[in-house]
């Protein structure tokens, strides 16, 4: 779980860092295209990687048994008096 979250923060480091690298000498219209580019083809890329590798198909751990009660909700008990 540490892997997973320290490959998402990768994200959150690179992309002001990105952003600075091609902003940095002037911040024209042009620049910022580039900036929207990149963007663009970062989730492109993830898009098309869900495509190949990806599933809608739920996971047999995502299943709730069917043997156990149903939850309580305590939001719906009226209060004591």
Do not use: C, H
């Amino acid at each position: 779980m540490a892997l997973a979250y320290s490959f998402g923060n990768l994200g959150a480091i690179g992309a002001p860092l990105a952003m600075g690298v091609l902003t940095s000498e002037e911040s024209t219209v042009a620049t910022w295209q580039k900036v929207f580019r990149l963007v663009a083809a970062i989730y492109g890329i993830g898009a098309v990687v869900f495509l190949l590798f990806g599933s809608g198909e739920r996971q047999s751990w995502a299943d709730i048994p069917s043997s156990s009660p149903p939850a309580k909700n305590d939001d719906t008990t009226p209060p004591a008096q």
